[in-house]
């Protein structure tokens, strides 16, 4: 199962789990695959650093990735405001009153309580190159971190030519093949090929439709294949289609060190493959998520269109913040934030992440095995 690209990394198996966990990404990195770090809710330079000392300190010798979110384009792009309390106030003048009236009225809806006074509120997401900056910075510094992806566009030129100096992999996520070349024009080291049933961000093509055009298209460039990945079978699919590796997100969700509340993992594993929906509701953008009373809410003919990125996403960090305090109750629970892939289906118990990564390990030799047999057979 290894790869040429895990050979490059010093990892056992080509299994890329990106979490937004801590513990997640170390077990996994410590299990033979490599987590990466989702930094996209860190913008205090101060906690990026705690995160990664920790990271640092907890995974061994072994490998670790991070992940910024630098959209290709955003709200307030341009305004040549680099502090980001300054910047996060120029966004949040830009939102309408009306949308935070929707917001509030589908909260009181179903009965989500409002925030105590003394709540420290969220501020804005690292989801523009302003916020992004500090994880970057952090980044550099760290020799653990050896590959750095960034979501929802090419990060910009000075991005890449720093990381890449500083011995770092840099790739990207894309869904598409005109993405896919943009990537590998501005000299990027890989892609992460998403497909539409992937959790988070996603654009209009399937997996097995997307894969082999992007990989056909960016040869020899590396690409990791993600959406929709959650079994060994899956990930020899990948591999035979041309992938370097598997990248996945969803999987990790219910994991025993997924930081999420019980009643957060009960709402993933009671969904099928069909409660999910690609939804403009939580970030300005087409994400896949439990399609809830929340995303049923802004399809409505009262609903305001959702706001750009990302400005939506500031709107309705509050209505993450309040479901977030009282998860338990069923109100809170049909208006949570809750990305994942269609693979939900396909999620029935926690399991360690060892376990998972053993699990897909096995599923991949018997499902070689099985084509063997088949092939075999037919002679
Ligand atoms: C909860 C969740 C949050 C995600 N957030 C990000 C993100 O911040 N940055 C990113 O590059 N990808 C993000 N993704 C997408 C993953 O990196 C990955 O491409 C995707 O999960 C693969 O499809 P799968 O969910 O079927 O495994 C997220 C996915 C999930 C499930």
Same mark, same amino acid.
């Given at each position: 199962m290894r790869t040429e690209f895990c050979r490059r990394l010093g990892i056992e198996y080509p299994i890329f789990a990106f979490s937004h966990c801590r513990d997640v990404v170390a077990a996994v990195s410590r299990a033979g695959g490599i987590g990466v770090f989702g930094l996209n809710a860190y913008t205090d330079p101060t906690e990026i650093r705690a995160q990664l000392d920790w990271l640092d300190a907890h995974i061994g010798d072994r490998p670790y990735g991070i992940d910024v979110v630098i959209p290709q384009k955003h709200e307030g792009k341009g305004s040549g405001v680099t502090d980001i309390a300054a910047f996060e106030a120029l966004l949040a003048k830009m939102i309408p009153e009306g949308h935070k009236a929707f917001r509030d009225r589908v909260l009181a809806e179903n009965g989500v309580p409002e925030l105590p006074?003394?709540?420290e509120r969220m501020g804005l997401l690292g989801w523009t190159e302003t916020s992004a900056a500090p994880a970057l910075a952090e980044a550099l510094r760290r020799e653990k971190c050896v590959l750095v992806a960034?979501?929802? +566009?090419t990060p910009p030129a000075e991005v890449v030519r720093r990381l890449q100096e500083s011995g770092k992999l840099v790739g990207a996520l894309c869904g598409k093949v005109g993405q896919a070349v943009r990537h590998r024009e501005a000299g990027l080291d890989f892609v992460v090929a998403q497909g539409s049933e992937g959790g988070g961000h996603t654009g209009e093509t399937g997996s097995i439709v997307a894969w082999p055009q992007i990989i056909d298209a960016v040869a020899p460039l590396p690409v990791l294949c993600a959406g929709g990945i959650a079994n060994g079978r899956q990930v020899l699919a990948a591999l035979g289609m041309g992938a370097a +590796?598997?990248?996945t997100g969803s999987l990790w969700l219910t994991a025993v060190e997924a930081a999420a509340q019980p009643a957060e993992k009960a709402l993933y594993f009671n969904a099928s493959s069909e409660d999910t929906v690609r939804s403009r509701a939580w970030t300005g953008k087409k994400a896949r998520v439990l399609r809830?009373? /929340?995303?049923?809410? /802004?399809?409505?003919?009262?609903?305001?269109?959702?706001? +750009?990125?990302?400005?939506? +996403?500031?709107?309705?960090?509050?209505a993450m913040q309040r479901t977030g305090r009282c998860i338990d109750r069923p109100g809170a629970q049909r208006c949570a934030f809750a990305p994942v892939g269609q693979v939900v289906g396909m999620l029935e118990r926690e399991e360690s992440c060892r376990d998972i990564v053993a699990r897909l390990v096995h599923e991949y030799l018997d499902a070689h095995e099985r084509l063997q047999g088949l092939l075999d057979a037919g002679r």
């Open positions: 006074p003394d709540a960034n979501a929802l +566009g +590796g598997v990248w809830n009373a /929340w995303t049923d809410a /802004w399809e409505r003919p009262d609903a305001p269109e959702p706001l +750009g990125m990302p400005l939506q +996403g500031l709107l309705t960090m509050e």
